[in-house]
């Protein structure tokens, strides 16, 4: 009864999915239009945007939880509109969301084999194999290299960090070609985001292909072998690692002129001279310019 099955099947370098001018509206809002990509094995795409960029509804149309409305979706080459995360599963294309589907008191090892249970039916009714999941969650966890001596703590008492690893290596567990993470660094810290971008890397090196969803440039940069900018549901670049350093990347991010744009609106606004004790002296150097004088704010006795 359980589902598992072997991973890493595609060659490196195999097209696992592609979309072609995908454009995606929800009533009035276009939140997406002609944007193109495409995943092959063993390779790491990095989807960033801010916010509001489509980003998820373009995640959500790869996973099978909305539907496309413009353009073309291949899996494996085969055109596809999928109705339903469980058709896209059915295909290896595995999703962790970023507030993951987790039962925070059941043990790590029963959220690892949630909805895929494994038992034997027994006088009529069915019985958990528990110690087979047991160990088969140790011994996943231990081929991709991650250290949780106890499977039987409860997921709700793991770290975020480590709760996307557990998710990583579910989904290369059960024999996921396609995997895609929703923002999964968003929430940690540097330290955590680094031990998830190195699971990352592991499903890669399984022969999976990642869709990586971040708005970090940095975190990109680090793992990815293609980028694609997405900015107000459309595709503002496309670029393979061999074309893009970081600094662009991170310049394309922020939006260059808008940057500077944003610089110039937030400066202060120049003060006449002579108006005064708050006159602002452009060579003060303000520790903190948004605080105002802590004293003033003190209850008086
Ligand atoms: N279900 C929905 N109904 C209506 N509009 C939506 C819906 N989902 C998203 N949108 C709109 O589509 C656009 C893209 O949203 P999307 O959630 O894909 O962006 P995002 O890049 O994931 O942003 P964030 O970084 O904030 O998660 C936004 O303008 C958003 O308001
Ligand atoms: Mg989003």
Redesign the pocket.
Known sequence: MSTEFSTGTEPAGTELLALEGVGKS??T?R??QDVSLTLRAGEISCVL??????????I?IIAGLHRHDEGRYTVAGEEVRLDSPRQALDRGIATVYQDLAVVPLMPVWRNFFLGSERGTRRWGGLRLDADGMRATTREALAKMGIDLPDVDRPIGTLSGGQRQCVAIARAVHFGAKVLILD?PTAALGVKQSGVVLKYVTAARDAGLGVVL?T?NPHHAYLVGDHFTL?KR?RMAGSHPRAEIGLEQLTTEMAGGSDLAELSHELARPSVPEASGPDRVDPDRVDPDPVDPDPREERPKP
């Open positions: 929800y009533g809002v939140a997406l945007g801010d916010n509001g960029a489509g980003k998820s509804t373009l959500k923002e969803i708005h997405l549901g």
